[in-house]
């Protein structure tokens, strides 16, 4: 295929640039980290004098003693973490989750945390793909017909992963309160297409509880590679889910945290999404192509166990739910069969096992592996939960893969290389247009001069084969420019 060849092409020519930083004089970093250092060192001593002022006027007012405790990670299921000194940049793509730290408030007045970042992509597609997913590479947004949106490629310049969120902390009679507040203008569902408003993250923790929406609890967002595209791999779990969730916490060895090693198990209830396609029903009766639809009775119950160790994480995850269909009749009850029949419902179900394993320095590899049956929705990219077979509705099965290697040359360049594919097992009375399987690779060099400023270029490939065999491809290059910023109340 000869996008394959560039996109092969592309890797080898990043891969020989990516030895040129080792070669560089490394003293002016070395006195950049010291002054760093010292400024960090200045920094920790004022809060602490903060702090010792906090403690005696609450000691004054209440009477009482009071104990000042170090605040937990703000992704207490992240692992370790690498030296301040040498972080790695942050993920920019769909499904990252922000590692800005919430700021912990004191029991008098609480604290808020502004952040965000401002980016543009600089993005050409050798082919053509849907425009609505035009800055982004979604494998099923690829035609599998030649010319359906254009031929010969296309330049686009976009700022829809720009991003602004809040996170607040706050002491109260029941314990500690933490929300978290995110939107980019990548805009999906009726505005997709468009650059505007897309909630990410309305989100509050009151100790274990977690209500609101958030990703999902079937999924792990740790595995998500350092790319710069938006959309990420099609075969791995993603999806932002409203929910409410309850989750417990175990030591283990190391710290004694989930970030220096432990346990955690996490119980929630989501939203459902019952994504139902008839195929070729329409062929065979045409009122059950028209007024099928989707019925969502109960929420998706999801759980995952995760254990955190100093050499990374593993983390296995479940997904149980009921799905369904049914005949509407709007407009004209009298036509529709008694009960609203034609009906029929199908349990699915779900079991993804993810892992993040620390290699060398501060290096990852990341693994994903899904498999279920109606777990489509769930998925990062492709398919659908329902589909006929043999004249009856079956949960459609699929399996998902995901295989990374974040790899960090110095402090300043990085790059991140893999694939992943989402492939469905189809029913045969599918429509020959529907989703069979999406494939996704990329590879990129990144440059962060200073921590909050990112230079990335990428290279991608997708492939998105239908039910009917027809294959469509896509090669594209990314160039990003990202700032970062936060300031706290």
Not at 68 to 84: F, Q
Not at 91 to 118: F, P, R, V
Not at 322 to 333: H, R, S, V, Y
Request: glycine letters at 10%; a negative charge.
């Amino acid at each position: 295929m000869p996008a394959l060849s560039k996109l092969l092409s592309c890797a080898i020519l990043i891969g020989l640039s990516v030895s040129l930083p080792a070669l560089a004089d490394d003293s002016e970093r070395i006195q950049q980290l010291e002054q760093r250092l010292e400024e960090q060192r200045a920094i920790m001593e004022r809060q602490q004098q903060m702090l010792e002022t906090l403690r005696t006027e609450v000691e004054r007012l209440k009477g009482e003693p009071l104990t000042i405790s170090t605040p937990p990670s703000s992704d207490p299921s992240a692992g370790p973490k690498p030296a301040t000194i040498a972080s790695p940049p942050d993920q920019t793509a769909a499904n990252q989750t922000s590692q800005d730290t919430i700021i912990y408030a004191s029991e008098k007045k609480g604290a808020l945390q502004l952040y965000g970042h401002l980016q543009l992509d600089v993005i050409h597609d050798f082919n053509r793909v849907d425009p609505d997913y035009a800055a982004t590479l979604r494998p099923s947004a690829i035609p599998t017909v030649d010319g359906s949106f254009g031929q010969d490629g296309e330049t686009r310049l976009s700022v829809k992963q720009t991003q602004l969120g809040l996170k607040g902390s706050l002491f109260t009679p029941v314990g500690e309160v933490n929300s978290w507040f995110e939107f980019d203008m990548f805009g999906t569902g009726s505005d997709t297409g468009q650059t505007t408003f897309n909630l990410r993250h309305a989100w509050v923790e009151i100790g274990r509880l977690g209500f609101g929406q958030t990703s999902s609890t079937f999924m792990d967002i740790s595995i998500f590679p350092n790319t710069i595209d938006w959309w990420g791999p099609a075969g791995m779990v993603f999806n932002r889910n409203p929910q409410v969730r309850y989750t417990w916490t175990g030591k283990s060895s190391g710290s004694g945290t989930l970030n220096g090693g432990g346990n955690e198990l996490a119980i929630a209830l989501e939203q459902p999404n019952a994504s139902f396609n008839t195929g070729i029903f329409g062929e065979l009766s045409p009122v059950i192509d028209e007024r099928a639809s989707t019925r969502t009775e109960y929420p998706d119950l999801t759980a995952h166990w995760r254990s955190v160790h100093d050499w990374g994480h593993l983390q296995l995850a479940g997904v149980l739910r009921k799905l369904e269909f049914e005949t509407i009749c709007p407009g004209d009850p009298a036509s529709c069969l008694s009960n609203n029949r034609p009906k029929d419902d199908e349990t699915g179900w779900g079991v993804n096992f993810t892992g993040v394993l620390n290699t060398f320095g501060h290096d990852q590899l990341k693994f994903g592996v899904v498999y279920g049956e109606g777990i489509a929705s769930f998925m990062n990219d492709g398919g659908v939960n329902l589909a006929p077979e043999d004249n009856a509705i079956e949960a459609v099965p699929i399996l998902g893969t995901t295989l990374y290697y974040d790899r960090y040359w110095s402090p300043r360049w990085s790059s991140s290389l893999g694939v992943s594919v989402n492939d469905a097992d189809v029913r045969n009375q599918q429509a020959d247009s529907e989703f069979d399987r999406g494939s996704y690779a990329s590879v990129n060099l990144l440059y962060t001069p200073y921590p909050d400023f990112i230079i990335g270029l990428e290279a991608l490939y997708g492939e998105h084969k239908d039910v009917g065999g027809r294959t469509g491809e896509d090669f594209r290059t990314q160039l990003t420019f990202k700032h970062k910023f936060s300031t706290g109340f």
